[in-house]
């Protein structure tokens, strides 16, 4: 602690003041600064004023009155099921078992109906296939993109454009996604 006029008793060391803790150089300034000294009895009083106050206690039961109201994170409160909500559980149960039950008992239709499924389904799929490829080859772009990649250099060319538009377009994302400190122009 300076010496007067330059410092001032802190509130840690009004702390240290009230639990007999206090500093030797903190307790020479207190002797020597007036101000300091007429802190110090403020704030003696306001302590005396404070611990002369009557203390509250909370009413009866006010504990467990919050309590009530406080839900308390990962304990749902109790549910009470209503009888609709016991009928309709049972009810689906008993559905659920009883398909369970026929699925057994009807083993060989139920087989027959998925390979009919399957094989409709797989008859969609390949029909879906030629109707793309049939519309596809009947585009005229098609024919002059044959025509333009007919030769082996220039579908070696053709490849090389777009292996480096490929390659660009990577360089391009990364500098994108990179971080701004990383990229030299980003400093601005």
Same mark, same amino acid.
């Given at each position: ?68 109201? =406080? ?17 309709? =559980? ?41 109707? =793309? ?56």
């Amino acid at each position: 602690m300076t010496p007067w006029p330059i410092a001032r008793l802190t509130a840690e060391d009004l702390d240290a003041f009230h639990s007999a803790s206090l500093k030797t150089a903190a307790r020479e300034h207190l002797e020597a600064c007036a101000q300091c000294r007429a802190l110090v009895e403020q704030d003696r009083a306001l302590l005396a004023r404070l611990a002369s106050l009557p203390t509250f206690e909370p009413s009866e039961g006010f504990s467990d009155r919050v309590m009530a109201r =406080v839900e308390l994170p990962g304990r749902a409160p109790a549910r009470r099921f209503a009888p609709q909500r016991v009928v309709l =559980v049972a009810t689906l149960l008993l559905a659920l078992g009883a398909s369970i039950g026929w699925s057994l008992l009807n083993r060989a239709l139920l087989l027959a109906w998925v390979d009919s499924a399957a094989a409709s389904l797989g008859r969609a799929i390949w029909m879906g296939v030629r109707i =793309v490829a049939t519309n596809l080859t009947e585009q005229g772009f098609l024919v002059s993109l044959r025509d333009a990649l007919s030769s082996g250099g220039r579908v070696v060319l053709a490849a090389g454009v777009l292996l480096g538009a490929y390659g660009a377009a990577l360089y391009g994302l990364r500098r994108l996604l990179a971080a701004p400190g990383s990229v030299p122009h980003a400093h601005g």
